[in-house]
Each structure stands twice: as C-alpha cells, then as structure tokens.
C-alpha cells in the first residue's frame, strides 16, 4: 500500500502531517535528541545508518529553517522600532 503525498513518521511509521519532516509531531523531540546526542543506539538498531543519517537531514533541515525565522523575526523587529 502506497500513500502518495504523504509520508510516514520514521519512527511509528504514522502518516506525517508536516510534509517536511520525516517524522509525526510525537517523534519530533525524539529525533532531535537522536541526532543531538549522537548515541541513539536504539534507533540505529531499529533503523538503520540511513535512516539515523535521514534525521539527520531532517534536524538539520528544521534547524535552518528556525534560523531563518529567527533571523525574519529580528529584522522585522529591527525594523519596525524608528
Ligand atoms: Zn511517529
């Protein structure tokens, strides 16, 4: 069974809401631990390297992402002060 345009969390296998993460909202923090700490050992087992290396690139993704709203939000603040 395929479900086209939606993805499944990685983790629960659980469609995803946000297409641009690879994981359920739930799983979110755990994948941002995972890769934070680097030891994920339990998920590297149960996944596999390219499944780690894919939140990975997911954290990496969410992290620039939230820079870049941070960097929007001073800029505007900035500019909205005279
Ligand atoms: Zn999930």
């Given at each position: 069974m395929e479900n086209k345009g939606v993805k499944l969390c990685i983790f629960c296998g659980k469609p995803v809401?946000?297409?641009?993460?690879?994981?359920c909202k739930a799983d979110a923090s755990k994948a941002m631990q995972a890769m934070g700490k680097k030891g994920g050992t339990t998920t590297k087992e149960r996944h596999g390297k390219e499944h780690y290396e894919k939140i990975g690139r997911l954290g990496g993704q969410k992290v620039k992402e939230l820079v870049e709203r941070g960097k929007k939000g001073l800029v505007e603040e900035k500019d909205a002060k005279p």
């Open positions: 809401e946000d297409p641009t993460m690879d994981v």
